[in-house]
């Protein structure tokens, strides 16, 4: 099945990306979450639209993804939410969250480019990814706390 990815797929390709994928993969996953659609001659005039979307988000230089690898890994990220007694949240953080703890931190990130292993509902530390650029990734170190 030929598809043109609209999101960031990890293992898969960027946005505006033309892939063939099998057939249950894409009618299962990628469509429904609408992370691609179908190829077809008119969407694929629509992939320099998507591509010129996705280079002005991008960080260009890999000096700049450097520095900010490197404001993000300098210091724990604080995220206050509501929580139980018990420490366990009402919900989860959400690379929503996340995302502004870290412009408040100084680094605009897109939301996108977020990893979370597990969905976090518990306070304390937990270890986040970030891909900056393709070549760099940070490990950001996030603390969840209570809000008050």
């Known amino acids: 099945m030929?598809?043109?990815l609209t999101h960031e797929v990890s293992n898969l390709g960027e946005p505006g990306d033309v892939v063939d994928v099998k057939d249950g993969y894409g009618r299962n996953f990628l469509l429904p979450r609408h992370y691609a659609i179908r190829w077809t001659?008119?969407?694929a005039r629509q992939v320099e639209s998507i591509k010129a979307a996705r280079d002005s988000r991008a960080v260009h230089d890999l000096e700049e993804a450097q520095q900010i690898?490197?404001?993000l890994e300098a210091e724990p990220v604080n995220v206050?939410?509501?929580?139980g007694e018990s420490g366990r949240l009402f919900g989860a953080v959400t690379v929503t969250d996340?995302?502004?703890?870290?412009?408040?931190?100084?680094?605009?990130?897109d939301k996108r480019r977020i990893e979370v292993g597990n969905p976090i509902k518990a306070l304390g530390a937990?270890?986040?990814t970030v891909?900056?650029?393709p070549e760099v990734v940070a490990n950001v170190r996030l603390n969840v706390v209570a809000s008050k």
């Open 2 to 4: 030929k598809l043109i």
């Open 41 to 43: 001659k008119g969407a």
């Open 69 to 71: 690898k490197g404001r």
């Open 80 to 83: 206050s939410v509501q929580a």
């Open 98 to 109: 996340i995302a502004a703890a870290l412009e408040e931190a100084g680094a605009v990130v």
């Open 126 to 128: 937990h270890d986040i």
């Open 131 to 133: 891909r900056v650029h």
